[in-house]
Each structure stands twice: as structure tokens, then as C-alpha cells.
């Protein structure tokens, strides 16, 4: 392989790279592209309709002052009511209910979906989104009303594809509550209670009923148990001997750390961050150590991080999810 | 100076200059770029009705996308357009110095989902990958991943690999 398709194939840009943040040597095809490109961007495009933009804007900036008010005011007075659920056969015939779905219906707060091995469903909510439940799955809308929708999924899996605010849309499972926070996602729910969150667009705030809770970016993955809540997220692409520690660590194998630990490279460091809290004092020492390269903590207060102190953590979670 | 029709800065000029590049690099990696602009407007006006409901300020990023990703589908469904996908697969592509920018952006919007929303992004709107990982709430590493990709199979498919 001759050293220019070596660079070209590079498994990634190193930081101070120009591709990465336009640091070190201009990469020639990267700056040719940019100059290609460039004109089809948002600030050329600003620019060539500034006149109509502006008129659109300041109509639009109108129009929004105007419906912050009255939403202003509905806030103080009554929250608006939302619009519900509908559930539509995809595939098969799902069941709702007693019955079977046969079209497009609105669902009952409390009605479970269910699908068996050939059929599959799916569940829209205006404003919000939708989810897709997959087959062999049993799924009810728990709560539906202005700031909270909520779903139950007894078993099965759902993907989800999320444009309410965040924190708006929950999916409650016998092991943790998902919690969107803007973002498309699979969770799928065994029969044991057990499941996986597969996150690939923004990010999950899993919530266990016991344990701590897990934050799982695009990206990672993260294992749900019954009775223990959520797991430790790790790349979605993690190596097998990462793979392989993480899913034993959360099977309780507290010595799977040291493994962990020697698996670990620069991008884990969000799981790494996740075992501070899961692990007893000696082996949370290593752990930070070993986070420590990968994210320095220059500035925090590495003793109090330590000691779990929730400002300490959450200084350095910041930095872990900046990238250091 | 100022004119009088240019708009006065508010939270919700803040924030469509924060996120327009954003919003409008997601767009482009489905619609034309005409069509962006217009869609990129409608993200906006729906976002903002919606606004007060953001409690976590970090998560607008994540939100805004797929405010407009969804915005994208729904327009190519309604116009029943589906992205195209052929072209730079089919044929050779034309020489590096005659390539030109909708030869790119074709390129471009053939790539997976996640590789293409990052290089327009990118490449298109000039955002760092630190920005992009900020914007969206994402890792470095997996933007790092996307980009390095992401520009491995657009080389490829514009018929440059292993040039210098």
C-alpha cells in the first residue's frame, strides 16, 4: 500500500488535522472541496436572498412574538391539550386492544399494541414523532398530556424517531426509562425484562429503577437488566474485548474493570466516565486515572470527582463529551 | 447601519444564527439547495412556536436536527422525490478539475445517512468537527468516525482514491 493511499485510508483524522478543524497542513482536496462547496452553504444562500429573507424574517420575527404571547399566556392559564396518539398496521395484523388493527385508529391512553412474529406497527403523535414497534412486541401510550408523553413497552423492540423538545418524550421498560433527548433510537425490550438502547441520532438519559442512571450518545450502545437498570454504554463499534468486559462488568463482575481498563482506547472515554460511579473506591482510582488521559482534568477537582461529588462529575462529563 | 428591514437581534435571532448553519447543512443532505433555504425557514418558524418547551438549552442542537430531517422527508414524500442516488455510482466522475459542485453534493448525498449529514456540514457549511460534536451533541470520536469515513467513500466514489 503506497504511503498515499495509507493517508488517504487513515481510520481517523488525528486532532489538529484540517479536516478535523482545519489545523495543521491544508489537505488540497478538502480545500478544493470547500471552495466548490461553499456557495451552496447557508451563509452564501444568506446573502443572494438577504432582501426576501429579511422581509420573510422580520414577518416571521412578528409572528413568533406573537405567538409567544399567546402561548405565554395559555402557560399561566391552562396547558393546551395535546392531540394523541394514532396507531397504523405496518405489516401483518397487530393487535389493539381486544381487537385486531385493521386501518389508522386513535389510541386510548392505557390500550396496548401488541405484534406477533409477522406483524408490525406504528405509533404517531403530531409534534412529537413516531416509534415503530417491531414484531413480537406489546406497547401503550401511560401518559399523555402537555409536558410529559410516555409510553410503556412491556417486550419487543421499537425504533424511534424524535422531534418533540427534549425530556418531552419517555419510554418506560421494567428495567430503566428512556428519556429522549432529541434523537432517533432502537430500544428492545426481551421477555426477561432485559433490553438494549442502540442511540443514532442525539442522545438517551436511560433512568433505571435502580442504579445509576446512564447518558448513551449517538453511537453507543447500552444494556438495560431488570432489577439493575441500566448498564455502561459503549461504542456501538467497540471491540470484542471491550464488548465482551463491558457485558460481563454489567453482569456483575466487578474484576472485568481491569479488562475494561486495557481495552479501553481515546474514544471511550463516555464509558469510562459512566464506571466512576459503578465501581468501589480502589477500582474508581484506576478508572480515573485512565480516564484522566484520554480527558484531562485540568482545572477540576479530581478528589471530589473521587468522593462521586455530583459538581465534580458533572465538570468532567462536559469535558468528556467535548472531547477532552 | 442597520436597515429598517433587516431583523432586531432577539433570543430567537440568537438562536437561528447559532443553529441556521446547522439546520440548513441537515436540509441540504436531502433537498436541493433552494429547497433548503425555504425549508430551513419553515424549520425555524415551527421551532420557535415550540421553543418554550426546551428545558435542557444543550439539546437544541440534537433537536433542531431532527426538526429538520423529518421537514426534509416529509417534502421529498409530499413531492414524490426520492434523493438521487444514481449518477456517481453509475459512471465514472468527471475528472477532479471539472467536477463541479452539484457533481459533489450528488456524491455527497449517496454516502450513508450519518456520513452525509457530516460532510455537508463540513464541507458545506463549514463547520469543525468540534462544532459539528457540539451542535449535535455528539462524541469527538464519533464525528471523527463520520468525517474520516465519510471521506474515504466520497473519494471513491468521485474517483480520487490514492491520489495525491
Given at each position: 500500500m503506497s504511503d498515499d493511499t495509507r493517508r488517504h485510508t487513515a481510520a481517523d483524522p488525528p486532532e489538529g488535522s484540517y479536516l478535523w478543524?482545519?489545523?495543521?497542513?491544508?489537505?488540497p482536496l478538502v480545500r478544493r472541496l470547500e471552495a466548490l462547496l461553499a456557495p451552496l452553504g447557508h451563509g452564501a444562500a444568506a446573502a443572494r436572498a438577504r432582501p426576501r429573507r429579511a422581509r420573510r424574517w422580520a414577518l416571521g420575527a412578528g409572528l413568533v412574538a406573537a405567538a409567544a404571547v399567546v402561548m405565554l399566556v395559555a402557560v399561566l392559564a391552562a396547558p393546551a391539550r395535546p392531540s394523541g396518539w394514532t396507531a397504523t398496521p405496518v405489516a401483518g395484523r397487530p393487535g389493539v386492544g381486544d381487537g385486531a388493527l385493521h386501518r389508522p385508529r386513535a389510541l386510548a391512553v392505557g390500550e396496548w399494541v401488541s405484534t406477533d412474529a409477522s406483524s408490525s406497527a406504528l405509533l404517531e403523535r403530531g409534534g412529537l414523532g413516531r416509534v415503530t414497534l417491531d414484531p413480537g412486541g406489546r406497547l401503550r401510550v401511560a401518559r399523555d398530556r402537555p409536558g410529559e408523553q410516555r409510553l410503556e413497552l412491556a417486550r419487543g423492540g421499537i425504533r424511534a424517531f424524535i422531534t418533540a423538545p427534549p425530556r418531552l418524550f419517555l419510554v418506560d421498560t421494567p428495567a430503566a426509562t428512556a428519556v429522549d433527548m432529541g434523537c432517533a433510537y432502537a430500544l428492545h425490550v426481551g421477555e426477561d425484562g432485559a433490553g438494549m438502547l442502540d442511540v443514532t441520532s442525539g442522545w438517551v438519559e436511560l433512568v433505571g429503577k435502580a442504579g445509576p442512571s446512564a447518558r448513551v450518545p449517538a453511537g453507543l450502545v447500552c444494556a438495560l437488566t431488570a432489577g439493575s437498570g441500566p448498564g455502561t454504554p459503549r461504542r456501538r463499534d467497540a471491540g470484542a474485548a471491550l464488548a465482551d468486559a463491558v457485558a460481563r462488568f454489567d453482569a456483575g463482575s466487578p474484576e472485568a474493570v481491569g479488562d475494561i481498563l486495557a481495552a479501553a482506547t481515546g474514544d471511550d472515554a463516555v464509558t469510562l466516565w459512566h464506571l466512576l460511579p459503578r465501581t468501589a473506591r480502589a477500582a474508581r482510582e484506576r478508572v480515573a486515572a485512565r480516564l484522566a488521559e484520554l480527558v484531562p482534568p485540568e482545572g477540576l477537582d479530581l478528589d471530589a470527582a473521587l468522593d462521586l461529588d455530583p459538581p465534580a462529575l458533572e465538570a468532567w462529563w462536559d469535558r468528556v463529551q467535548r472531547g477532552g | 447601519m442597520r436597515s429598517a428591514a433587516e431583523p432586531t437581534p432577539t433570543a430567537d435571532a440568537a438562536l437561528h444564527e447559532r443553529f441556521a448553519p446547522l439546520v440548513h447543512g441537515v436540509l441540504l443532505a436531502y433537498v436541493s439547495p433552494a429547497d433548503a433555504d425555504d425549508l430551513a425557514q419553515e424549520v425555524f418558524v415551527q421551532a420557535m412556536r415550540r421553543l418554550g418547551e426546551l428545558r435542557d438549552a444543550a439539546a437544541a442542537g440534537p433537536w433542531l436536527a431532527a426538526v429538520a430531517r423529518n421537514k426534509a422527508r416529509d417534502f421529498l414524500r409530499a413531492h414524490a422525490r426520492?434523493?438521487?442516488?444514481?449518477l456517481v455510482g453509475d459512471e465514472p466522475a468527471p475528472p477532479l478539475a471539472e467536477l463541479t459542485a452539484a457533481d459533489v453534493l450528488e456524491a455527497i448525498r449517496s454516502l450513508p445517512e450519518a456520513y452525509r449529514e457530516t460532510l455537508v456540514l463540513r464541507l458545506v457549511e463549514g463547520l469543525t468537527g468540534p462544532q459539528i460534536a457540539e451542535r449535535l451533541a455528539m462524541t469527538h470520536g464519533s464525528v471523527r468516525v463520520n468525517l474520516c469515513r465519510g471521506m474515504e467513500m466520497l473519494r471513491r466514489k468521485l474517483g480520487i482514491e490514492g491520489t495525491p
Open positions: 478543524d482545519r489545523s495543521g497542513p491544508p489537505d | 426520492r434523493p438521487v442516488l444514481r
